[in-house]
T-cell receptor
Framework: EAGVAQSPRYKIIEKRQSVAFWCNPI?????LYWYQQILGQGPKLLIQ????????DSQLPKDRFSAERLKGVDSTLKIQPAKLEDSAVYLC????????????FGQGTRLTVV | DQQVKQNSPSLSVQEGRISILNCDYT??????FLWYKKYPAEGPTFLIS???IKDKNEDGRFTVFLNKSAKHLSLHIVPSQPGDSAVYFC???????????WGLGTSLAVNP
């Protein structure tokens, strides 16, 4: 079974530039999550989709972050404009249901904002 | 406000011995707890979970204990192996469809 795919693996941008991350979840998984993990911290949920609807985006900085999940499958997370404090690993995860139990994570995208 | 606390940033154990990773929480509404393992440059991998209606769950070398009155859970790895060296995250959930709250992680080193 293929796992959660994310791209790119690494990205370096200058502050105020924009960046986009892509995620392809495990086939058949209805729930998709985007997490931000800053060095030395645990993952923080940015947004949770159930199919193509948003379940929770309470911690998404909506003035600069946006996410969409087209057709309930792939998802993109965008940051525009980026700030230095956005430097982190962005993890995508998916699960069969919405109960936040066993989620499968991708390898993440390491973003460095300089 | 850290609702899930892993107070030990790191732990070093000899191969073959027991590793005990601890996690404390403050929210009495948490009803489900999970442990994830993370290797460098990889995403977290689900390890084991426990519902608040239980006090123990075992899966091979991994056992999670839950003490609700103390709001404390622990992950035991017996026997520890060098391949267990990773960062271990404790996470908790309050009710269905609620987001997971994660601890800061404990870095485990199992020495041969």
């Amino acid at each position: 079974e293929a796992g959660v795919a994310q791209s790119p693996r690494y990205k370096i941008i200058e502050k105020r530039q924009s960046v986009a991350f892509w995620c392809n979840p495990i086939s058949g998984h209805a729930t998709l999550y985007w997490y931000q993990q800053i060095l030395g911290q645990g993952p923080k949920l940015l947004i949770q989709f159930q199919n193509n609807g948003v379940v929770d985006d309470s911690q998404l900085p909506k003035d600069r972050f946006s996410a969409e999940r087209l057709k309930g499958v792939d998802s993109t997370l965008k940051i525009q404009p980026a700030k230095l404090e956005d430097s982190a690993v962005y993890l995508c995860a998916s699960s069969l249901g919405s109960e936040n139990t066993e989620a499968f994570f991708g390898q993440g995208t390491r973003l460095t904002v300089v | 406000d850290q609702q899930v606390k892993q107070n030990s940033p790191s732990l070093s154990v000899q191969e073959g011995r027991i590793s005990i990773l601890n996690c404390d929480y403050t929210n009495s509404m948490f009803d489900y707890f999970l442990w994830y393992k993370k290797y460098p440059a990889e995403g977290p991998t689900f390890l084991i979970s426990i519902s608040s209606i239980k006090d123990k769950n075992e899966d091979g070398r991994f056992t999670v204990f839950l003490n609700k009155s103390a709001k404390h859970l622990s992950l035991h790895i017996v026997p520890s192996q060098p391949g267990d060296s990773a960062v271990y995250f404790c996470a908790a959930r309050a009710g269905n469809n609620r987001k997971l709250i994660w601890g800061l992680g404990t870095s485990l080193a199992v020495n041969p």
